[in-house]
C-alpha cells in the first residue's frame, strides 16, 4: 500500500486523535487530582473520572486490533509504529486499571471507622507511583503517621492514588511517541 492508501489515512487520523484524547484524558484527571488537593473530592467526581477513562480504553480498542487486521503489515512503517505504541500505552493503562473497581469501592469508606483500610490501601499504591502530588503526599505522610484518623479526603486517598498512576502511565506513553 502507498502512503496515500485509504486505510493508512484512516488509521494515521485514528491514531492522532488517539494521541489528542491521551493529552485531553492527562488534563481532566489531573484536574481530579487538584480536586482532591482542595478538598473537593466527592465520590461522584471520582466516578465520573474513572467512566472518562474506561470510554477512553473502550474507543481505543478498535485501533489496537488492527494489527490483526490482512493490511496491517501493508500499512508505511510510521503508521504500524503509531498503532503498537497506541496498543502498549493501552496495555499499561490496563494493568492500571484493574485496580479501579476496588479504589471505586474504598471511596465508599468511612474514614474514621475503616481507616486501617484505607491506609493499607494506599501504602500499597504508594509503592507504585515515585512522586505523588503535594497534597496526596502530604495526606499520605500524615496516614502513615496515624494522625490522618477522620479526614474525609482519607477516603479519596487510594483512588486519587491510582489516578495519578494512570496519569503517570500517559505521560510516559506520551513522552515515548515523540
Known amino acids: 500500500m502507498s502512503e ?6 484512516i488509521v494515521r487520523k485514528a491514531v492522532g486523535e488517539a494521541e489528542a484524547g491521551l493529552k485531553g484524558l492527562e488534563k481532566e484527571l489531573r484536574g481530579v487530582v487538584k480536586q482532591f488537593e482542595k478538598g473537593a473530592m466527592t465520590p461522584a467526581k ?20 488492527l494489527q490483526n487486521a490482512p493490511f496491517f503489515g501493508e500499512l508505511p512503517l510510521d503508521v504500524q509504529d503509531g498503532v503498537t505504541w497506541l496498543d502498549s500505552v493501552v496495555n499499561e493503562l490496563n494493568n492500571v486499571l484493574g485496580r479501579l473497581a476496588s479504589a471505586l469501592k474504598l471511596m465508599q469508606k468511612k474514614p474514621d471507622k475503616d481507616y486501617g483500610i484505607l491506609v493499607k490501601a494506599s501504602k500499597e499504591l504508594e509503592s507504585y507511583i515515585s512522586q505523588p502530588p503535594k ?3 502530604t495526606l499520605l505522610k500524615a496516614a502513615k ?11 479519596f486517598l487510594p483512588f486519587i492514588i491510582l489516578m495519578w498512576m494512570i ?12
Request: hydrophobic residues 40%; aromatic residues 2%; glycine residues 12%.
Open 4 to 9: 496515500d492508501s485509504k486505510e493508512a489515512r
Open 167 to 178: 496519569i503517570d502511565t500517559i505521560a510516559r506513553g506520551l513522552n515515548r511517541k515523540k
Open 145 to 155: 503517621a496515624g494522625k490522618a484518623a477522620g479526614d474525609p479526603m482519607m477516603a
Open 46 to 65: 471520582g466516578k465520573a473520572a474513572a467512566q472518562k477513562v474506561t470510554a477512553f480504553m473502550k474507543k481505543q480498542s478498535q485501533v489496537t486490533k
Open 135 to 137: 497534597g496526596v503526599g
